[in-house]
């Protein structure tokens, strides 16, 4: 059997973990192993990835940036 440990934790993020349990009677053991799981990225990013990470970077330090309403409009999105 794995050791139990109490920790303090205020009231309004005890009431934000109630809102994530995904039935009432999931523990908050369950909800912060999630948490802590999609907090968590296991896989490294990629040698391409990290090169179209710092290509973007220089575009935007560069200021080649598109408006958000110009690629709207080109999409017909309103």
Same mark, same amino acid.
């Given at each position: 059997? #794995?050791? =139990?440990? $109490?920790? !303090?934790? %205020?009231? +309004?993020?005890?009431? #934000?973990?109630?809102?994530?349990? %995904?039935?009432?009677?999931? *523990? !908050?053991?369950?909800?912060? /192993? %999630? ?5 968590? +990225?296991?896989?490294?990013? $990629? /040698?391409? =990835?990290? =090169?179209?990470?710092? /290509? *973007?970077?220089?575009?935007? %330090? #560069?200021?080649?940036?598109?408006? /958000? ?5 080109? !999409?017909?999105?309103?």
């Amino acid at each position: 059997m #794995q050791a =139990a440990s $109490s920790i !303090y934790i %205020r009231e +309004d993020l005890k009431t #934000q973990l109630n809102s994530l349990k %995904r039935h009432p009677k999931e *523990s !908050y053991n369950d909800v912060i /192993e %999630r948490l802590v799981n999609l907090a968590v +990225d296991d896989e490294p990013l $990629s /040698e391409d =990835a990290i =090169a179209g990470l710092e /290509e *973007s970077l220089k575009d935007v %330090r #560069q200021g080649n940036l598109i408006p /958000e309403k110009e690629i709207m409009k080109k !999409y017909g999105v309103k």
